[in-house]
Structures are given as C-alpha cells and as structure tokens.
C-alpha cells in the first residue's frame, strides 16, 4: 500500500500544513527575493517551517517548491536549476519527517504552483510546452522523495490539466492533488466556478480536489458546497488563507486568528472537506487549533 492510500483509509479529516511564504517572510525572506532558492541556501530555516507544522499535526506537508518550475525560475536567471532545488525542496521535508519520526504517517507532496504565464492564446505559453515545464518539475520532486503531488493556486484550468498531463508523464502513478483559488466573485481569476473545476478535475482522475488560497474560510466554505454537490464521492480539500488580504502600510496582513480557523475548520468538515489545512497567514498555531478542532 503507498503511503497515500494508507493516509487516507484512516478515518477522520487529514491536516494538511499552513502557509511557507508568510512563515519564510517572518524568518528574513525579503520581498522580490525567491523562496525556492532557501532550499539551498537556508534549507536548516526551510526545515524549521515544516518542523513545526508537523509538529501542529499536519500529516500532508507541502515542499517549498511552489515557484520551482522553469517559468518562475527563468524570471531569476535560474531555469538552468530546476531539478537541484525540487529536489533539495522534497529532501528536506522528507528528512524532517524522519527526523520527527513521521515516516509512513506524514507525506511529503510536492508543491507545483503556476506557471505564472498565460496560456496560448491569451498568452505566449504554448500548452506542450507547459507540459513539459511541468513535468520537469515533478520528475525532481518525486527524485527527491515526494509521495504525492500537490498542484495549486491555479486559476486557468488548461494550466491545471498541463501540470496533470506533466505529471503523469513523470509518473503514471503518483496520487496529485489539485486545487484551484476562487478569489474573483465565486471563480478562479480567470473565470472558473469550483463545480465546474471539480467536475474536470474528478474526470481527470485526481486523487483529491478543491481550494486554496483565497478571500478566507467564509468565500472556502462556499466552494467546497459546491464542490461536494457536483461530485459527491471526490475527496474534497479546503487550504484557505487566514482571512481576506487587507493592505496595510503596504504590507499585506491576514487578520483571521486560530480560534476563528477552527471554527472553520469544523464548518468546512461538516460541508465535506476531508483534507484541511490554510494558506497565506496561517501558521503552526492556526494548524494546531484546527487540527484540533476536527480530529477530537
Ligand atoms: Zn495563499
């Protein structure tokens, strides 16, 4: 049995992590700097991240990969480095879990984010070449030690069915986990309603589905019913930021404190979510009281 499977025929919610870039910020990471690069250059910080969010007891942890795809490297002259930091970004969570002797419980997925590109024809990002961008970026992450992959803070379905399709040319076999950001009125910025995104996504054959990111736990709630009322059998997931963003003195803050995350957390459970955990502004306490909340 992979260690997917054995995960997820517990019963119960499974406590996904909290957010790497607000926690990366907070120990030095300067704005425009880019948080891929710390695996190599603070991976003993990286690791202190995912360390904690274990030990809040998050049982799937997310690399610190989410701009480790060709694309977002290019724009830092280090396209050339994609398979070095993919992979020092899944070896450092895999030896955390090890060294927390999680191993067998907690799993390590690797985190594929956006291109950061519009695909053809809106944009100059033709749809192979994504395919292969992406699949790029898998075939590091699972060298590295990934158990599953993890694809999100999506907005354009094609993308999401190139980083699927890259994916699987990686690995016929890995488990992915898909999920989308409904920031725009109910849709992806780029348009899509979570039914419809559930539906593509399930037809694909995603091993889980849902959303990240976002307006916070009220707009995630929303999207995780409509998500469970158009594929009622799919494994749903609800990664929802601290909050909505608010800008203050030009930095953005996430106001939602851990009591109230736990209190969404059971709101999103009851509504069918079985992989909970948060994104910007959630931290190791905001998981600790979730994790809480819904496993007792
Ligand atoms: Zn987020």
């Known amino acids: 049995m992979t260690a997917w499977q054995n995960l997820i025929n ?8 909290g957010a790497m870039g607000t926690m990366l910020q907070q ?30 007891g998050a049982r799937i942890l997310l690399t610190n990969t989410f701009s480790g795809n060709r694309f977002c490297l290019a724009k830092h002259g280090l396209a050339a480095r994609v398979d070095e930091l993919n ?8 030896a955390e879990i090890e060294a927390q002797k999680k191993q067998g419980e907690a799993l390590v997925a690797g985190d594929i984010g956006p291109s950061g590109e519009l695909l053809s024809p809106l944009g100059r990002l033709l749809f192979t070449e994504a395919v292969t961008g992406f699949a790029e970026q898998a075939r ?6 990934a158990d599953i992959i993890w694809i999100e803070t999506m907005a354009d379905l094609e993308e999401v069915r190139a980083a699927v399709e890259g994916t699987r040319k ?14 725009t009125h109910g849709r992806t910025m780029m348009g899509v309603k979570p039914e419809t995104a559930a539906a593509a996504l399930n037809e694909w054959g995603v091993a889980a589905l849902g959303g990240n990111c976002g307006n916070g736990p009220d707009e995630m709630l929303t999207v995780i019913e409509k998500m469970h009322n158009a594929v009622r059998d799919a494994i749903l997931v609800a990664k929802s930021n601290a909050g909505a963003p608010e800008l203050v003195n030009g930095a953005t ?16 459970r009851a509504a069918g979510a079985r992989i909970i955990g948060g994104c910007c502004g959630t931290m190791p306490a905001h998981i600790a009281a979730m994790a809480k909340a819904v496993l007792s």
Do not use: C
Request: charged share 15%; no cysteine; glycine share 10%.
């Open 10 to 17: 517990q019963p119960g919610a499974i406590i996904a992590d």
């Open 27 to 56: 120990a030095g990471l300067k704005a425009g700097e880019l948080p891929t690069l710390w695996n190599v250059e603070h991976a003993d910080r990286v690791r202190a991240v995912h360390g904690a969010y274990l030990a809040a």
């Open 87 to 94: 992979i020092a970004g899944a070896r450092i969570l895999r």
């Open 140 to 145: 590091a992450l699972i060298e590295g030690g």
């Open 170 to 183: 990686a690995s016929a076999a890995i488990p992915i986990i898909a999920t989308l950001t409904f920031d």
């Open 253 to 268: 803050v996430y106001r939602a404190a851990p009591g109230t995350m736990a209190e969404a957390a059971r709101q999103l």
